[in-house]
């Protein structure tokens, strides 16, 4: 089935039910040997079958494509012979990859100079000359801390204090024991889930979400019970219920300019999903990656600052500088009770010791010029979504979206399934972009979605649209040949 989730080693192995439904093909025709090894393969490169998986035993697979077995035994000598499988006797038959190769999950974007238009990343340029004066400072700032081994596992004192500060002045008072710094919302979730969750352990999640806190999700070996977000909202009581019924370790939302929606929850949800947390003893654990993106409303105060005092020790919140100011400068944070940041500050320990003093200290500039910065920033965005929208009622007129209230993308509807298909011929065209099924907590939901982010210079999206529009219609075009990667942001 196209769209099918990607499935982690945390799954071990396999089934020849699961592998069936990510094999795509025309419904009408039975695969041959070469046909099915092709088809493994691609979903070993591209990442949606992970490297070291078990297959399916052989007599399992035929069963649930309809074919002989004789087919699968002849398709597994080959991804053997080509180096996309070995088998050991006794345990099976195992993904790998031939020296030389690589899966696209690790490849190279495509560059500029491919021509190709990334209309898959969320993620902003950096502010114009900001993180260049913010290193100049950083710069000036740091023979103070040379003279130490700078191991800091919380973080750097004065940015948890900055951060801290932040969070009291958007109405959450924070001290900074409240704060651990990260490399990232991403690294502060893995974090968090390490801590808290355990193989088995139930996860509330958005329908859709975003893509790469979902695949934390599930490499945590959770269950995840997922909740629908439509342009609507939330439907609290489908939440309410969820929690009820499945009491979760763990919730985790996306309630300021939801990715990929641009939803935004109103405070009596909010009030509602903690009251049910708390009765269920469930961590919230929000993502307020995209809340400083408010284009056409104030800001949302922070999640917990509408937490009665017996409910906010349960919310975790975590953020970056991401999309506030630039991807590349790779630090966030988490907040939390000062016994939890110090747990999180043990974990964190054992896997990177701590960030780099260089990264915080101009984090710390662009915290402080973050009021000058995001005036600019929201007014850009407006801007750059006006333009994708004009260009996608010029060019796809029969496509449907709603102009969400902040956030980063559009949640576009084609009208019918098939953005995975397209997404795979786009590039053919010199554009990237990922179908809605990316987001997707169940496989092939959202096929008939694409998340376009408006994150590029306003000029760009005619020709994008247009590129997407001749794409759609199978119009010949001068094609560029790259490779399609699978990061998504």
């Given at each position: 089935?196209?769209?099918?989730?990607?499935?982690?080693?945390?799954?071990?192995?396999?089934?020849?039910?699961?592998?069936?439904?990510?094999?795509?093909?025309?419904?009408?025709?039975?695969?041959?040997?070469?046909e099915?090894?092709?088809?493994?393969?691609?979903?070993?490169?591209?990442g949606?079958?992970?490297?070291?998986?078990?297959?399916?035993?052989?007599?399992?697979?035929?069963?649930?494509?309809?074919?002989?077995?004789?087919?699968?035994?002849?398709?597994?000598?080959?991804?053997?012979?080509?180096?996309?499988?070995?088998?050991?006797r006794?345990?099976?038959?195992?993904?790998?990859?031939?020296?030389?190769?690589?899966?696209?999950?690790?490849?190279?974007?495509?560059?500029?100079?491919?021509?190709t238009?990334?209309l898959?990343?969320?993620?902003?340029?950096?502010?114009?000359?900001?993180?260049?004066?913010?290193?100049?400072?950083a710069?000036?700032?740091?023979?103070?801390?040379?003279?130490?081994?700078?191991?800091?596992?919380?973080?750097?004192?004065?940015?948890?204090?900055?951060?801290?500060?932040?969070?009291?002045?958007?109405?959450?008072?924070?001290?900074p024991?409240?704060?651990?710094?990260?490399?990232?919302?991403?690294?502060?979730?893995?974090?968090?889930?390490?801590?808290?969750?355990?193989?088995?352990?139930?996860?509330?999640?958005?329908?859709?979400?975003?893509?790469?806190?979902?695949?934390?999700?599930?490499?945590?070996?959770?269950?995840?019970a997922?909740?629908?977000?439509t342009?609507?909202?939330?439907?609290?009581?489908?939440?309410?219920?969820?929690?009820?019924?499945?009491?979760?370790?763990?919730?985790?939302?996306?309630?300021?300019?939801?990715?990929?929606?641009?939803?935004?929850?109103?405070?009596?949800?909010?009030?509602?999903?903690?009251?049910?947390?708390?009765?269920t003893?469930?961590?919230?654990?929000?993502?307020?990656?995209?809340?400083?993106?408010?284009?056409?409303?104030?800001?949302?105060?922070?999640?917990?600052s509408?937490?009665?005092?017996?409910?906010?020790?349960?919310?975790?919140?975590?953020?970056?500088?991401?999309?506030?100011?630039?991807?590349?400068?790779?630090?966030?944070?988490?907040?939390?009770?000062?016994?939890?940041?110090?747990?999180?500050?043990?974990?964190?320990?054992?896997?990177?010791?701590?960030?780099?003093?260089?990264?915080?200290?101009?984090?710390?500039?662009?915290?402080?010029?973050?009021?000058?910065?995001?005036?600019?920033?929201?007014?850009?965005?407006?801007?750059?979504?006006?333009?994708?929208?004009?260009?996608?009622?010029?060019?796809?007129?029969?496509?449907?979206?709603?102009?969400?209230?902040?956030?980063?993308?559009?949640?576009?509807?084609?009208?019918?399934?098939?953005?995975?298909?397209?997404?795979?011929?786009?590039?053919?065209?010199?554009?990237?972009?990922?179908?809605?099924?990316?987001?997707?907590?169940?496989?092939?939901?959202?096929?008939?979605?694409?998340?376009?982010?408006?994150?590029?210079?306003?000029?760009?999206?005619?020709?994008?649209?247009?590129?997407?529009?001749?794409?759609?219609?199978?119009?010949?075009?001068?094609?560029?040949?790259?490779?399609?990667?699978?990061?998504?942001?």
């Amino acid at each position: 089935m196209a769209g099918a989730r990607p499935v982690h080693p945390v799954d071990r192995a396999l089934g020849g039910r699961q592998l069936a439904a990510l094999i795509t093909g025309p419904a009408d025709t039975r695969l041959g040997y070469r046909e099915l090894a092709r088809a493994v393969r691609s979903l070993v490169l591209n990442g949606r079958i992970a490297l070291h998986m078990r297959l399916p035993a052989e007599r399992a697979l035929a069963s649930a494509l309809g074919i002989s077995r004789a087919t699968v035994t002849a398709a597994y000598d080959l991804l053997r012979e080509s180096g996309y499988a070995h088998s050991r006797r006794g345990a099976g038959t195992w993904t790998s990859l031939p020296d030389g190769q690589r899966p696209t999950s690790i490849a190279s974007f495509p560059t500029g100079e491919q021509d190709t238009i990334d209309l898959a990343l969320a993620s902003p340029a950096a502010p114009e000359g900001a993180v260049a004066e913010a290193l100049t400072e950083a710069t000036a700032l740091l023979p103070r801390h040379t003279a130490a081994p700078g191991y800091h596992p919380y973080g750097l004192p004065d940015l948890r204090a900055a951060v801290a500060d932040r969070f009291t002045r958007r109405g959450l008072p924070t001290l900074p024991d409240q704060i651990l710094i990260t490399s990232g919302a991403q690294h502060a979730l893995a974090l968090v889930l390490a801590l808290l969750g355990g193989p088995g352990d139930r996860v509330m999640a958005e329908n859709p979400s975003y893509t790469n806190g979902l695949d934390a999700l599930r490499r945590a070996r959770l269950r995840i019970a997922s909740v629908p977000v439509t342009e609507a909202g939330w439907d609290t009581g489908l939440i309410e219920s969820t929690l009820r019924q499945t009491t979760p370790r763990l919730a985790y939302l996306i309630p300021d300019f939801h990715n990929p929606t641009g939803s935004l929850m109103p405070d009596e949800q909010r009030v509602d999903v903690l009251r049910v947390a708390h009765r269920t003893d469930t961590w919230l654990v929000i993502d307020e990656s995209i809340a400083d993106i408010a284009l056409d409303v104030p800001p949302p105060a922070p999640f917990a600052s509408l937490a009665h005092p017996s409910q906010g020790s349960q919310v975790i919140t975590i953020g970056s500088l991401s999309k506030s100011c630039w991807g590349g400068l790779r630090v966030g944070w988490v907040r939390a009770t000062s016994q939890l940041v110090t747990e999180l500050a043990a974990l964190r320990m054992t896997v990177d010791m701590a960030g780099s003093v260089l990264d915080q200290l101009v984090a710390l500039a662009l915290l402080d010029r973050l009021d000058d910065v995001l005036p600019r920033r929201r007014e850009r965005l407006r801007t750059q979504r006006d333009a994708l929208a004009v260009a996608l009622d010029r060019h796809l007129p029969d496509w449907v979206w709603n102009v969400p209230p902040g956030g980063l993308c559009l949640w576009v509807d084609l009208g019918h399934p098939g953005a995975a298909a397209l997404a795979d011929r786009a590039l053919g065209y010199g554009i990237r972009v990922e179908g809605g099924a990316r987001f997707g907590v169940d496989p092939g939901t959202h096929e008939h979605r694409l998340r376009l982010p408006y994150t590029l210079p306003a000029h760009v999206y005619d020709t994008a649209a247009e590129r997407l529009a001749a794409a759609l219609e199978g119009v010949p075009l001068h094609a560029t040949h790259a490779q399609r990667p699978h990061w998504v942001a």
